[in-house]
């Protein structure tokens, strides 16, 4: 017997996504269809994630003409992590069906989206910015959280965590996002993947996000800048 399986491990094959996404569609474990031809994600999870899908609003987008790429200001409470981006995996754990470890190159197959939103962070500054990565809801999909499942935490290769809301995460305009103002993420800024979405200030957006952790129950720890005051929310 071999426990390593998929099949035991409930962990999808990276060959086996790597064939659904380059087949243009993705298929949950009992065969259904989770993208219709043109990229939609036609199947819902189970009816808690269904209702939370349902109910976020698409808030209005920029031109690209209104980038502000000088407005955006680098801040890190740590400086920037040293990534091997060749032997980086984003992992999704917790309590999903199936838990995924991904590397750039099989992120990079699914469905990209590309959005331009203001960013404000509680300091005092505010930028417009073109992001473009991975929605957290297709690579949720894939990860099939249960139906206990309420927040989710992020960890960031700084030391850097988050933990937010199930229903603002599976929100359509919250990406790990892999480019910004239309080139590869900067390390800076994030590389190779970070939170980027419209309804969160500043702080709610980890960059270097190294792992999504799927959970029913927020721990004392909440994310690094509530745990010296700031509001959990975070909601713009
Ligand atoms: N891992 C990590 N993520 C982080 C931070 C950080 O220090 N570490 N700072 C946060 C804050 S307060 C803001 S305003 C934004 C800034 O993003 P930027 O540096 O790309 O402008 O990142 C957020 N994400
Ligand atoms: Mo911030």
Redesign the pocket.
């Known amino acids: 017997m071999n426990d390593e399986t998929p099949e035991a491990t409930g962990r999808i094959s990276r060959r086996q996504l790597l064939k659904w996404a380059g087949a243009g569609l993705l298929v949950n474990a009992a065969g259904t269809l989770l993208y219709d031809p043109i990229g939609r994600l036609s199947m819902p999870l189970n009816e808690a994630v269904e209702a939370l899908l349902l109910s976020s609003k698409p808030t209005p987008e920029f031109p690209i003409s209104a980038i502000e790429p000088d407005r955006?200001?680098?801040?890190?409470?740590?400086g920037t992590p040293k990534i091997d981006i060749a032997n980086f995996q984003l992992k999704i754990s917790g309590e999903v069906a199936n838990p995924l470890s991904l590397n750039m190159a099989e992120i990079q197959q699914l469905p990209l989206t590309s959005m331009v939103i203001r960013?404000v962070?509680v300091?005092g500054w505010a930028a417009i910015v073109q992001w473009g990565g991975v929605r957290l809801q297709d690579l949720l999909q894939i990860a099939q959280p249960r139906s206990s499942a309420k927040y989710v935490y992020f960890q960031?290769a700084?030391g850097?965590y988050e933990s937010w809301d199930l229903a603002s995460v599976l929100h359509p305009q919250t990406l790990l996002a892999y480019q910004m103002n239309g080139r590869d993420l900067p390390a800076?800024?994030?590389a190779p993947l970070?939170l980027a979405s419209p309804i969160k200030l500043?702080?709610k957006?980890?960059?270097?996000v190294t792992e999504a952790i799927v959970t029913s129950q927020l721990l004392p720890k909440r994310g690094?800048?509530e745990d010296l005051g700031y509001e959990w929310f975070g909601g713009l």
């Open positions: 955006l200001i680098v801040n890190s409470f740590r960013q962070c300091e960031s700084d850097y800076e800024n994030g970070r500043g702080y957006q980890s960059k270097w690094y800048w």
